[in-house]
T-cell receptor, first 113, second 112 residues
């Protein structure tokens, strides 16, 4: 069974410093990988997706993620955190079609002024 | 609107009552998902619909939970004889590309 592991449940950074949210996936097949963001009391919004094209994927709001097959990782980064980035972030894997969509447990990002 | 619409946005009910939550997906999206998000928890998969195929009900927590999707569009999640542990935000998502889900803003259910 496929699984997605988000290594940190909470991450705290100062405004203007880099953000790193870690995600490891496990799959027998070439996966599609996604990051979603959920702001308080809102639904989830797609940040970016990897679907076997370029390994470095750019998303909205300055976020990027790099697919590393050798490490089975898909970490989310941003060079400089903004207060509006405070939210919960979910790493998601899809393999084998619509049905196999697996969510990580989420990482709450706190941005300190 | 162009997004996924859920109603009601908030529902307060008494223990033992039945509730219905509605999801109106993006037009043309063939896949529809229901998830539950309890306070401080991640997303719990409930049920998945894909076209005319039989739904995947493997995530429904008990037989008090059921869902249907009429005409491949609107879906209703029904919870019978609600319990306090059913209190959560119920999220609906629709999809046209595997893994690329568009979420509604959720229905917050509070069972007193």
């Amino acid at each position: 069974a496929q699984s997605v592991t988000q290594l940190d449940s909470h991450v705290s950074v100062s405004e203007g410093t880099p953000v790193l949210l870690r995600c490891n996936y496990s799959s027998s097949y070439s996966p599609s990988l996604f990051w979603y963001v959920q702001h308080p009391n809102k639904g989830l919004q797609l940040l970016l997706k990897y679907t076997s094209a370029a390994t470095l994927v750019k998303g909205i709001n300055g976020f990027e993620a790099e697919f590393k097959k050798s490490e089975t990782s898909f970490h989310l980064t941003k060079p400089s955190a903004h207060m509006s980035d405070a939210a919960e972030y979910f790493c998601v894997q899809s393999s084998g079609g619509y049905q196999k969509v697996t969510f990580g447990t989420g990482t709450k990002l706190q941005v300190i002024p | 609107g162009a997004g996924v619409s859920q109603s009601p946005s908030n529902k307060v009910t008494e223990k033992g009552k039945d509730v219905e939550l509605r999801c109106d997906p993006i037009s043309g999206h063939t896949a529809l998902y229901w998830y539950r998000q309890s306070l401080g928890q991640g997303l719990e998969f409930l049920i998945y619909f894909q076209g005319n195929s039989a739904p995947d009900k493997s995530g429904l927590p008990s037989d008090r939970f059921s869902a249907e999707r009429t005409g491949g569009s609107v879906s209703t999640l029904t919870i019978q004889r609600t319990q306090q542990e059913d209190s959560a935000v119920y999220l609906c998502a629709s999809s046209l590309v595997p893994g690329e889900l568009f979420f509604g803003e959720g229905s917050r259910l509070t069972v007193l």
